[in-house]
């Protein structure tokens, strides 16, 4: 399965900010959308990710001043991306190497997307579960 089938299965939608924007912000949006990354949208496109896990850990090591400072303060800028053409086994791969959770899906230079470990996750369950109801009718039908 390619990246292609995942988005047209979840939408394209992908929340993001400025790099000016705040910590504060970027906790508000990702509380309003219920998600755990944003990506952050520079004026030649993509410039860094910010999650959860680095507003915590900046939290520990800075303190509540963060809380006003700017996201590209705080942002990955070498970002982890993937184009609609790639599959979801070569992502989860990518996945695991790099140790990232979500990865920004790039179309001719364009964001087009983001795919979750969750979106990874779900996608391999179908097609096991697929693959399982197809071994189960061929078993049943002779």
Do not use: F, W
């Amino acid at each position: 399965m390619r990246i292609a089938d995942v988005l047209r299965n979840k939408g394209t939608a992908v929340a993001t900010l400025t790099p000016s924007a705040t910590v504060k912000e970027l906790l508000a949006g990702l509380a309003e959308h219920n998600i755990g990354a944003m990506v952050v949208l520079g004026s030649d496109g993509v410039a860094g990710i910010v999650s959860e896990r680095d507003v915590v850990r900046r939290l520990h090591e800075r303190g509540a001043d963060l809380l006003s400072r700017p996201v590209a303060d705080i942002m990955t800028t070498i970002v982890a991306t993937c184009t609609p053409q790639d599959s979801v086994d070569d992502l989860s791969v990518l996945m695991t190497q790099r140790r990232v959770r979500h990865v920004p899906v790039i179309d001719q230079g364009r964001l087009a997307g983001i795919v979750s470990i969750g979106d990874v996750v779900k996608t391999r369950m179908e097609e096991l579960e697929a693959h399982q109801e197809q071994l189960q009718a061929y078993i049943a039908h002779g």
